[in-house]
């Protein structure tokens, strides 16, 4: 997995990629392959919607993913294809509404490791003082701890080892799972959260072995090899592999009737080219 050699403060990372070139869609898939993420700038003129069906048709990720919190009768509003992220004193989202920072998540509380595979955030408006968008390349970090410390490592995989509960008002649900995971191709895959969803099980695995991986995890996320704040413009959009990059947000603040507003589309699918699809 080349993801795995990434360096972060390579000064290209966050480099957009513009939408219009023809070959635009093999960039990104291979952007992606490399890094996780990737900015594309958007010019085309349309309502952002049109504009994320594009991306997603170019990358060939099918329809937009719900996921499972979001298909119950209590959290339905929610449930959109598209999800408008912006302040909202009115809507009690502890995620979209809000203008405070989020801590490292990957994105499907309930959903299981792996099943949410692509996010698009496109921007509408920046924020008018922070918002950066954070990615933190926890698989990296992982595949540093299965060296140094693979005791640690094999903790973060047990099954039991992280649980995560809604923290949405009037639904209380929870899912658990491994941290990381191992496909048969041994391909990595990630559900590292690190917020206020999560009950850590410090009695999987070797003993001390979780402690010693979160506290591993907790140092790599502010190493910049592994680490980068990416402020998106009006008109791009981050593209990331939600089941392989952890990610989190600055907080902000907004200017009155001028709030920052992003859009968001989830995909059970890999971006593809080709005739493989
Ligand atoms: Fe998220």
Same mark, same amino acid.
């Given at each position: ?70 298909r ?48 698009? !955030?496109?921007c509408? %408006? #920046? /924020? ?6 954070? &990615?933190?390349?926890? $698989? =990296? ?18 099954p ?37 969803t999560c ?14 991986? !979160?506290?591993?995890? %907790? #140092? /790599? ?6 680490? &980068?704040?990416?402020? $998106? =413009? ?44």
């Amino acid at each position: 997995m080349q993801q795995l050699q990434a360096d972060f403060r390579d000064p290209r990372c966050a480099e957009p990629v513009d939408f219009a070139e023809h070959d635009a869609p093999d960039q990104l898939v291979h952007i992606l392959e490399e890094r996780g993420f990737a900015v594309v700038r958007v010019a085309e003129p349309g309502p952002p919607d049109a504009k994320v069906t594009s991306l997603a048709a170019a990358l060939r990720l099918g329809n937009p993913y719900i996921p499972a919190l979001y298909r119950y009768a209590e959290t339905k509003d929610y449930s959109a294809a598209y999800s408008d992220i912006r302040s909202d004193t009115k809507d009690r989202h502890p995620g979209f509404s809000t203008t405070t920072g989020q801590a490292w998540h990957v994105d499907g509380l309930l959903d299981d490791i792996g099943d949410i595979r692509t996010t698009i !955030l496109y921007c509408v %408006r #920046a /924020a008018h003082r922070g918002g950066d968008t954070l &990615l933190f390349n926890s $698989l =990296a970090a992982f595949a540093e701890l299965r060296e140094t410390d693979p005791a640690a490592a094999e903790a973060l995989l047990d099954p039991k080892a992280l649980s995560r509960r809604s923290t949405l008002p009037d639904i209380d649900v929870s899912n658990t799972g491994p941290v990381f995971a191992v496909d048969e191709a041994g391909n990595l895959a990630t559900r590292y959260t690190d917020n206020d969803t999560c009950t850590w099980n410090f009695s999987v695995g070797p003993p001390g072995g979780l402690h010693r991986a !979160l506290a591993f995890l %907790r #140092a /790599a996320s502010d190493n910049p090899r592994y680490r &980068l704040a990416v402020r $998106l =413009a009006p008109g791009e959009a981050l593209i990331f592999r939600n089941d392989r990059l952890s990610h989190g947000r600055h907080p902000y603040k907004d200017r009155p009737n001028a709030r920052r507003h992003l859009v968001r589309a989830l995909y059970a699918n890999v971006p593809t080219r080709g005739q493989e699809g």
